[in-house]
C-alpha cells in the first residue's frame, strides 16, 4: 500500500511570513495526525483529526496554527506568522484504529525561519 | 494521560556488541507500546509493538523488547548491534481505550562505534 505522502520535503521562510505543508494519508485510514518535532525532542502531537473533525488540538498554538482536513483525506497544517521557534521537522501519521493503533508516518517537511 | 521517559539521550556501543535501550512509561490505564526508529532526514518507522500477550517481542532488523508491568518498563535490546543501526529510536504509548494517539519520549540517540 502507498505510505503517507508530505510535501514540500524541505522550507526556508523568513519570521513572520506564513508557509503550508500538506499531507495524504494512507487510504482508508480515518485518523491522521500532526506532529511537530524540534530538534533533539521527541515528536509532539499539535492536532488529530478522526474523518474530518478534530479529535484533539490542545497543544495547537491557535494564535498562529491552523489546520484543517476537507472531505476527511488530505490534510494542510498552516502557520501564520512563523516565529523562529517553528523552525521543526513537521511530520503527518495516519492510523486505522482498528488496525492494532500502528501510527504510519510521512518522511516529514523540514522547516528553518530565519 | 500517559508519559515516556527514555533515561540516555545518547548511547555509544561498539560494533557486534549488544545494546539495550531504556524505556519507562507511566499510566493510569491499559496500554500498547511502540519502538520506532528515525534515520537522518527521514519520519519514523516501527521497530516493533507490544499488544497483549507475550511480554517479549521481536520487531525488525532483529531487535527485541520485553515488557515488564510492575516495572511500567519497555526496554529494547539487540544482541549485536551494526553500523547501520545507527539512528534515533523513540519510545511511545497510547491507551488501550479512547484516544489512540501516540506520546512519544525524547529519543536516544544510538551511535555505533567501527
Known amino acids: 500500500e502507498a505510505g503517507v505522502a508530505q510535501s514540500p520535503r524541505y522550507k526556508i521562510i523568513e519570521k513572520r511570513q506564513s508557509v503550508a505543508f500538506w499531507c495524504n494519508p494512507i487510504?482508508?485510514?480515518?485518523?491522521l495526525y500532526w506532529y511537530q518535532q524540534i530538534l533533539g525532542q521527541g515528536p509532539k502531537l499539535l492536532i488529530q483529526?478522526?474523518?474530518?473533525?478534530?479529535?484533539?488540538d490542545s497543544q495547537l498554538p491557535k494564535d498562529r496554527f491552523s489546520a484543517e482536513r476537507l472531505k476527511g483525506v488530505d490534510s494542510t497544517l498552516k502557520i501564520q506568522p512563523a516565529k523562529l521557534e517553528d523552525s521543526a521537522v513537521y511530520l503527518c501519521?495516519?492510523?486505522?484504529?482498528?488496525?492494532?493503533?500502528?501510527?504510519?508516518f510521512g518522511q516529514g517537511t523540514r522547516l528553518t525561519v530565519v | 494521560a500517559q508519559s515516556v521517559t527514555q533515561l540516555d539521550s545518547q548511547v555509544p556501543v561498539f560494533e557486534e556488541a549488544p545494546v539495550e535501550l531504556r524505556c519507562n512509561y507511566s499510566?493510569?490505564?491499559?496500554?500498547?507500546l511502540f519502538w520506532y526508529v528515525q534515520y537522518p532526514n527521514q519520519g519514523l518507522q516501527l521497530l516493533l509493538k507490544?499488544?497483549?500477550?507475550?511480554?517479549l517481542v521481536k520487531g525488525i532488523n532483529g531487535f527485541e523488547a520485553e515488557f515488564n508491568k510492575s516495572q511500567t518498563s519497555f526496554h529494547l535490546r539487540k544482541p549485536s548491534v551494526h553500523i547501520s543501526d545507527t539512528a534515533e529510536y523513540f519510545c511511545?504509548?497510547?491507551?488501550?481505550?479512547?484516544?489512540?494517539?501516540?506520546?512519544f519520549g525524547t529519543g536516544t540517540r544510538l551511535t555505533i562505534i567501527p
Open positions: 501519521a495516519s492510523s486505522d484504529r482498528n488496525r492494532d493503533r500502528e501510527a504510519f
Open positions: 487510504s482508508g485510514h480515518a485518523t
Open positions: 483529526f478522526q474523518n474530518n473533525g478534530v479529535v484533539d
Open positions: 499510566s493510569s490505564v491499559s496500554v500498547y
Open positions: 507490544y499488544l497483549s500477550g507475550s511480554t
Open positions: 511511545a504509548v497510547t491507551a488501550f481505550f479512547g484516544n489512540e494517539k501516540l506520546t
